[in-house]
């Protein structure tokens, strides 16, 4: 296994990794990675981990041999050195003997930030990688910071300082106030969008009759459970196999349904010559993880309020082998939110069709699974997610079987 040319092949990827090691661990690829932070603070990036992920690491991971396909990752904060375990000793005796600041305002940021990881917090703490705080953590700290201490906080000043010590030095030059207002995901959600909803009846009409006949062909799709939509608003949440997905829950819901339906899509994807015209009269709410995360989380309510239908992927992203990626609560807040019922949807097949790295699609079965709707009733939002993921799982388990 050549690991010098996996790392050269990496880098050659994406200009937010400064340094990378590539070792042989359980005999497969290990990446070691410094990103580039200034390059990342100019491109405004909050997600730090997602993005050398699925555009660095997984984007390397498409081509490569199986043998070579790298299994994991660890990101430093600091420099590499040529003995890493050294430098992981070396770091760990400086964590020790931090000194913090003794004031309320670190206190109060220090306490609360307590509620969303159960990492050690320091002053060097990087609140993403070291501390795994996610977008959903960063708007709650950004609402928790303007309404406790009148300080305004947005994705592009966040990026410039995502450690706790530049943070904390923010906050405590910039504020107002010290009044501990701790934010609730219900109201949040609540509040009133400037956005309005663009409905495109018509053209989503087009589609489906584009589309549908296509993909019986081509496909032979198969759609089982439409019954199962129930008449008030609701969650669509499908597994995410290929770049299919979306067209094909599109081409499988009727004319009735489809026309109050709309699709949560990242803009990264959807937002580019080629599809933005696509997704500007589809329907389509596009979000990009790393702006305007508050104002987009509201919009994205909106069609939930507004007695539509939304479909959301869990996942977030495609899987790269198959297999379920972990939930994202997002769907299961808004769904206890606004008491919306959450239909799980099975995609199979579109992963053989048009798996991660392929340009063409195969003419491989679809089948599309619409299962029985989910109410949020008296539930908390994890057991959402674990029972939607569960359903999921559980009627791939079974289509499996049923090709054996």
Not at 24 to 29: D, T, V
Not at 178 to 203: A, C
Not at 362 to 382: A, C, D, N, Q
Request: net charge neutral.
């Amino acid at each position: 296994m050549d690991l010098e040319k996996i790392k050269k092949r990496v880098l050659s990827l994406t200009n937010y990794i400064k340094e990378i090691e590539i070792i042989e661990h359980n005999h497969h690829p290990f990446a070691l990675i410094y990103p580039d932070f200034k390059a990342l603070q100019e491109a405004k990036i909050i997600n730090i981990k997602e993005e050398i992920r699925w555009y660095a690491v997984e984007l390397y991971n498409i081509k490569a041999k199986e043998s070579e396909k790298i299994r994991g990752f660890k990101i430093f904060t600091t420099p590499l050195e040529k003995n890493i375990s050294e430098a992981l000793i070396t770091q760990e005796k400086k964590v020790r003997e931090e000194s913090e600041p003794n004031d309320e305002i670190y206190k109060v940021l220090k306490s609360f930030l307590a509620t969303m990881t159960d990492k050690e917090i320091l002053p060097t703490s990087h609140l993403e990688l070291d501390l795994e705080l996610d977008s959903l953590n960063y708007v709650e700290l950004f609402v928790f910071i303007e309404e406790s201490f009148g300080v305004k906080m947005d994705e592009a000043i966040f990026s410039k300082m995502m450690k706790m010590e530049p943070l904390y030095s923010y906050v405590k030059n910039n504020a107002k106030k010290i009044e501990v207002v701790k934010p609730e995901w219900d109201e949040l959600l609540r509040e009133q969008s400037s956005q309005k909803l663009v409905y495109s009846p018509f053209i989503m009409s087009i589609y489906k009759t584009l589309l549908y006949p296509f993909f019986r062909l081509y496909f032979r799709l198969e759609v089982r459970g439409v019954e199962n939509i129930p008449s008030t608003a609701c969650i669509i949440a499908p597994s995410h196999q290929s770049m299919l997905d979306g067209f094909l829950i599109e081409s499988s819901l009727s004319y009735k349904i489809l026309k109050k339906t709309f699709f949560l899509a990242y803009k990264q994807v959807f937002g580019t010559k080629l599809l933005k015209p696509v997704a500007k009269h589809g329907q389509s709410i596009l979000i990009d993880a790393n702006e305007n995360l508050k104002e987009t989380m509201i919009y994205c309510a909106l069609p939930i309020r507004s007695g539509n239908n939304l479909v959301i992927f869990p996942e977030g992203a495609r899987t790269r082998d198959r297999e379920l990626l972990e939930f994202r609560p997002y769907f299961a807040m808004l769904s206890k939110t606004f008491n919306a019922p959450v239909v799980p949807v099975v995609i199979d097949g579109s992963y053989e069709a048009l798996g991660t790295g392929m340009l063409i699609p195969r003419p491989r079965k679809i089948r599309v699974t619409f299962l029985e709707p989910i109410e949020p009733h008296s539930m908390e939002y994890g057991e959402i997610v674990k029972r939607v993921r569960g359903a999921i799982k559980n009627e791939l388990k079974k289509s499996k079987s049923e090709h054996l």
